[in-house]
């Protein structure tokens, strides 16, 4: 499509067609129902290879530096620096949140094919690479810290069975000794 016209051209045609598609997909993101990003949709389960995030912590050393990306709380947004809240309330909202944001950053993704596509060879190479290079640290960050914040969930789940548990012998105790 853009083969014929000159470098400067095809250029800015990227520059407005990577920006419409982040805008476009963005206002989706928001405007999309929860249930959208849904954490039991087969999409967001973990893969056998990912091992519950262990691959991303051993292969992509993720821990070194998932921390230095920068990332985005929109007005009134969700933050994860109230992660010493671990209500499970809480905690879905997280779960939410990082299924939202492993979708927006590939349906980004997805743009980069567009690009790489109208686009002469190194021109699209180029731009598919820093549309990629742009989303998909995301995308995995988003993945790796739900499998870490399920891991938190099922344990909170776990100590609050056992604390009731413990509630109900103590008060069947007290009932038999009185």
């Given at each position: 499509?853009?083969?014929?016209?000159?470098?400067?051209?095809?250029?800015?045609?990227?520059?407005?067609?990577?920006?419409?598609?982040?805008?476009?997909v963005f206002i989706a993101c928001v405007k999309l129902?929860?249930?959208?990003?849904?954490?039991?949709?087969?999409?967001?389960?973990?893969?056998?290879?990912?091992?519950?995030?262990?691959?991303?912590?051993?292969?992509?050393?993720?821990?070194?530096?998932?921390?230095?990306?920068?990332?985005?709380?929109g007005k009134g947004g969700f933050s994860k620096e109230h992660?010493?809240?671990?209500?499970?309330?809480?905690?879905?909202?997280?779960?939410?949140?990082?299924?939202?944001?492993?979708?927006?950053?590939?349906?980004?993704?997805?743009?980069?094919?567009?690009?790489?596509?109208?686009?002469?060879?190194?021109?699209?190479?180029?731009?598919?690479?820093?549309?990629?290079?742009?989303?998909?640290?995301?995308?995995?960050?988003?993945?790796?810290?739900?499998?870490?914040?399920?891991?938190?969930?099922?344990?909170?789940?776990?100590?609050?069975?056992?604390?009731?548990?413990?509630?109900?012998?103590?008060?069947?105790?007290?009932?038999?000794?009185?």
């Open positions: 499509m853009f083969k014929e016209l000159p470098s400067l051209d095809t250029l800015l045609w990227d520059v407005m067609i990577v920006a419409a598609w982040h805008i476009v129902p929860p249930s959208t990003f849904d954490a039991s949709k087969s999409r967001y389960q973990p893969l056998s290879w990912e091992k519950g995030g262990r691959w991303y912590k051993d292969k992509l050393k993720i821990n070194l530096w998932k921390d230095h990306l920068p990332q985005h709380i992660f010493t809240d671990v209500s499970l309330e809480y905690l879905d909202q997280f779960i939410l949140e990082t299924c939202r944001g492993e979708w927006m950053h590939l349906s980004n993704c997805l743009c980069a094919v567009v690009i790489f596509l109208i686009n002469p060879l190194l021109q699209g190479l180029l731009f598919a690479f820093l549309i990629l290079l742009g989303n998909l640290p995301f995308a995995v960050i988003q993945r790796y810290n739900r499998f870490r914040i399920q891991t938190v969930r099922r344990k909170v789940i776990r100590d609050q069975t056992a604390a009731a548990l413990k509630s109900k012998n103590e008060k069947d105790a007290d009932a038999i000794t009185v």
